[in-house]
């Protein structure tokens, strides 16, 4: 055995004397394995060390390599964390030259893979500076010098993707609001002031800045303008009512009417222009003819009147209405009077409605009461008869609901009023009351003149005899032949009425017995069937 081996067995046994020494000072203090590995591993580099510096003619040649792996290493690890990448797990059980072509192929892909990111760092900077001018806000949060990671450049590229459609949504708002901007200027005859005008509506709108504020300015001009459109069309048609009304007072003939038909239709600048000079000229006019347009008006006046139900007393309380003394003050008292009363009239119009509606049922009733007291009725064959016991019975059934509806709308109107709801000078509750109560008393008026009539009747057939004839139009059940007479049994009702001479005179008289009365009609249909068996 050489003398070098000699002594290299024996360093080898010095250092497992010195490992198993240190190994039982360790179990001995109890320090845990995975620092005893450490505290080994230590020791092996210790060696490692002194036996590195005892071959220095193979250090050159390793510490070269070792060198080479120690920069690629650290560039590699600077790369990763500049890429957010994790670090190159090298292999294990190969040569240091492998090792050091591995880590040194590694930084190379790192390198590609920085440029590449840098440059779709800098391509999407340029996007976002130029939706920034465009949109006018704040550019996006990034380090331009800081290589980003693959989840920032795709947050960055998802904020491009949103500020394209911002810009897209933005710029369609702008159009449209531009394009009504531009219509309700030239309806206006509006010609751009300030320099947010001139912008808006004269400059090319790829250079107009979409910024929130823009476009809320722009939404704020729009309202402007449709305001002023607004109050234009109102103020149009407020001139057109008076000119149809001074037209109408004045009676200006038609033709001269169809002139000024195009300013009666559109509301444009030039059309309010024409208005308001159409309006002074009647204005002057209507002064050269103030007893004209006075009568006029109180034409309408009196009409207003009749449909609002004023009394006479209400009437007479506008006492200008009745003064001769025509001039402008008394035209300008007509005039307010007339709005006055329109304006009263539209605040009430479901009630004024209500009122004359119950008027119109209350005269269509009576006039059906009245044709069902007339004994020619019988004698139609076209169906009318039923058709108006039909629209009677519905009167009688909508009356009391249309008086109930009206006594809850004169509630609120007299609470909202504090006075009394009259028609014509009277409580209108109370009008309906007197016209029911009336239409009673003449029904039973004229059911009284009817029984004395028949009474009369029967009584002069009682005292002179009669021939009996059946009806020419009708035949009733429980009617006699016509020349077959039979004896009459007096009623109470006639032997109040007669005294015995005059009932043993109807005794010898020829009578015919009254048909019996069908249930379903009222007294009035029994008479009119007596009288047409009552031949004089």
Known sequence: MRKSEVLAAEAVSCLNKALCHLKDIWEEIGIPEDQRLQRTNVVKNHIKNLLEMMIKEEESLRKRLVNSIQTCRTEMEKLCLELQLPVFEEEDGISMLQQEKNIRTQVEALMKERTKRMQQLKALLEQDQD????????????????????????????????????????????????????????????????????????????????????????????????ERKAENEALCESHREKIQQLWDRLQVPQEEREVFNEHMVTSKKRNLDALQAEVKRLEELKLLNIRNVTDAIRSEIAVFWEKCFFSTDQRQAFAPYFSEDFTEDLLSLHDAEIQRLKQHHEDHKELFDGVHQWEESWRLYQELEKKASDPA?????????????????????????LEKKLKAQIDAWESEQGREFQVNGQKFLQYVEEQWELHRTEKEKEKLERHLKKSKQTEEDMLYGTTVRTPTKRRFLGTTTPNKSRKFNATSSISSATSNSTMRSAFGGTVCRSPVPPSAHSHQVFYIQYDSLIIN
């Open 131 to 226: 939706l920034c001018d465009i949109l006018c806000s704040m550019p996006y949060g990034i380090s331009p010098d800081s290589v980003p990671s693959l989840e920032q450049l795709e947050n960055f590229q998802q904020h491009i993707s949103n500020q394209k459609e911002e810009k897209e949504k933005r710029y369609v708002e702008f159009t449209d609001i531009k394009k009504q901007i531009i219509l309700y200027m030239e309806e206006l005859d509006h010609i751009p002031e300030t320099s947010f005008e001139k912008d808006v509506v004269c400059e090319d709108e790829d250079s107009f800045c979409l910024s929130r504020d823009n476009i809320t300015s722009l939404k704020l001009l729009l309202c402007q303008l449709e």
């Open 377 to 401: 009725r019988f004698t139609n064959r076209g169906g009318n008869l039923l058709k108006e016991e039909k629209q009677r019975s519905d009167l009688q059934k909508s009356l009391p609901k």
